[in-house]
């Protein structure tokens, strides 16, 4: 495996995991919004400068719907 190879692997496996929390994501939110998950438990198992990391991720792939969700979750989960 040449390193180019390596590198794209490596970051093949970045995005898939963007991936995998920008679709949890969408259900966390909704599960705070009608009380199933505390403030304090989304505090302790997301921290917010990966929510950052995830909100560039989406805004760089025009994903402006998904941003919202990562935006809503900053405004209604950390800024309070």
């Keep these: 495996m040449s390193p180019e190879e390596f590198f ?3 970051r093949i496996n970045q995005n898939v995991i963007y ?3 920008v679709r949890s994501l969408g259900w966390v939110l909704e599960c705070f919004r009608i009380g199933k998950i ?3 438990t989304i505090k302790n198992l ?3 400068p ?3 990391e995830i909100l560039e991720y ?3 792939q025009e994903r402006y719907e998904e ?3 990562v935006r809503d979750i900053l405004q209604e ?3 309070k």
């Design 8 to 10: 794209h692997l490596d």
């Design 19 to 21: 991936e995998m929390r």
């Design 38 to 40: 505390r403030r304090n």
């Design 46 to 48: 997301i921290e917010e």
């Design 50 to 52: 990966q929510l950052h």
């Design 58 to 60: 989406l805004l760089d």
């Design 67 to 69: 941003c919202a969700i």
């Design 77 to 79: 989960v950390y800024s």
